[in-house]
């Protein structure tokens, strides 16, 4: 994964960027800068998005951080203490380092393996595990474990918001300015306004597929 601030966007940003926009109570999101993801030899761009959860004491939890800047840490810092930073997934952690390198004290959780699997070091206080949620009067967990990505879901009660990352994709195609990316888009189903989990996505929970239907009663 890769971010450069003066490379020109393959993506149309959601304006504006690293401003928190409220979408339910004690929810807001930040939509972030442009990522590259290598995969198979292709440079895919993609958009990036937090979600901030505030908790009945007024602790934050930033979940799948956006790039860290000082302004948006003092924007978060005025809705409460920044306390808990997520990795949802295997590929929602870059920006993870840079945040804790600034608040020492914030704890990260993420998902089983990370470790080991990020292309850049991250320290790991506590991993997600299913159906143990840290914040159980609060927050749902379900960790849903795949051969190559393992996603943990978050389901906040008084909201009533699911908190997914790629395990639903919704592409809108006009905000995409290469043809090439379009393509792809369209070819594995995360189009919008019919996004779902990318056929690739898809298959690396071919093998575990029957076991998730038991679970979810289909």
């Known amino acids: 994964m890769s971010?450069?601030?003066h490379q020109e966007p393959s993506l149309e940003p959601y304006a504006?960027?690293?401003v928190l926009k409220p979408v339910a109570p004690?929810?807001?999101i930040v939509?972030?800068?442009e990522i590259t993801l290598v995969s198979i030899g292709l440079k895919l761009p993609f958009?990036?998005?937090m979600t901030v959860i505030r908790l009945s004491g007024g602790d934050?939890?930033?979940h799948s951080p956006v790039e860290y800047s000082p302004e948006l840490r003092t924007a978060l810092e005025a809705l409460g203490p920044i306390r808990f930073l997520v990795a949802p997934n295997s590929l929602h952690y870059w920006w993870i380092p840079d945040w804790k390198a600034q608040l020492p004290e914030a704890?990260?959780?993420a998902v089983p393996g990370l470790e080991k699997r990020a292309k850049r070091p991250v320290q790991v206080d506590q991993a997600l595990m299913d159906r143990q949620s840290s914040w159980p009067d609060e927050i749902d967990l379900l960790v849903i474990k795949g051969d190559v990505l393992t996603e943990a879901v978050f389901f906040h009660r008084l909201s009533k918001t699911l908190i997914l990352t790629d395990l639903i994709e919704n592409f809108e195609l006009n905000r995409i300015h290469s043809w090439f990316f379009r393509l792809l888009v369209r070819l594995s189903g995360a189009a919008d306004p019919d996004g779902k989990a990318p056929i690739d996505m898809q298959l690396t929970f071919?093998?575990?597929s029957q076991a998730l239907r038991k679970r979810f009663g289909r």
């Open 16 to 18: 504006p960027v690293n």
């Open 47 to 49: 958009t990036t998005r």
């Open 3 to 5: 971010s450069d601030p």
């Open 60 to 62: 934050l939890i930033l």
């Open 26 to 28: 004690d929810i807001w």
């Open 107 to 109: 704890k990260v959780f």
């Open 31 to 33: 939509d972030g800068s």
């Open 206 to 208: 071919f093998r575990s």
